[in-house]
Nanobody, 126 residues
Framework: QLRLVESGGGLVQPGGSLRLSCASS????????MAWFRQAPGKEREGVAA???????YYTGSLMDRFAISRDNAKNTVDLQMNKLKADDTAVYYC????????????????????WGQGTQVIVTS
């Protein structure tokens, strides 16, 4: 069974940091592009970051200035390091796997991904 489980969310003050982790099972992430998305209250889901099978990384807008996506194929995990968090980063964060193996992805778009986790909540507030 294909499964993605996110962890690491929580409550953090503005300017703080969080590290999200996505544990996968049922497939080898080494063959797939992986990505993080987020959905803020009342807004559509948006891409955050993606990483290809050869470790190229892509970010939406200026998020690369504060966020970093990484993968550990041996552990079958994908992480998202988030620094200098702002209130606008408050959202449910989702991990996703590309539909096709060895997919050539760029800035993450929902249509390129078909396996999704349940999400982890991040709340940035003072």
């Amino acid at each position: 069974q294909l499964r993605l489980v996110e962890s690491g969310g929580g409550l953090v003050q503005p300017g703080g940091s969080l590290r999200l982790s996505c544990a996968s099972s049922g497939f080898d992430i080494g063959y797939y592009a992986m990505a993080w998305f987020r959905q803020a209250p009342g807004k559509e889901r948006e891409g955050v970051a993606a990483i290809t099978t050869d470790d190229n990384t892509y970010y939406t807008g200026s998020l690369m200035d504060r966020f970093a996506i990484s993968r550990d194929n041996a552990k079958n995990t994908v992480d998202l390091q988030m620094n200098k968090l702002k209130a606008d980063d408050t959202a449910v964060y989702y991990c996703a796997r590309s539909t096709n193996p060895l997919a050539r992805v760029g800035v993450p778009r929902s249509n390129d991904y078909s396996v999704w986790g349940q999400g982890t909540q991040v709340i940035v507030t003072s």
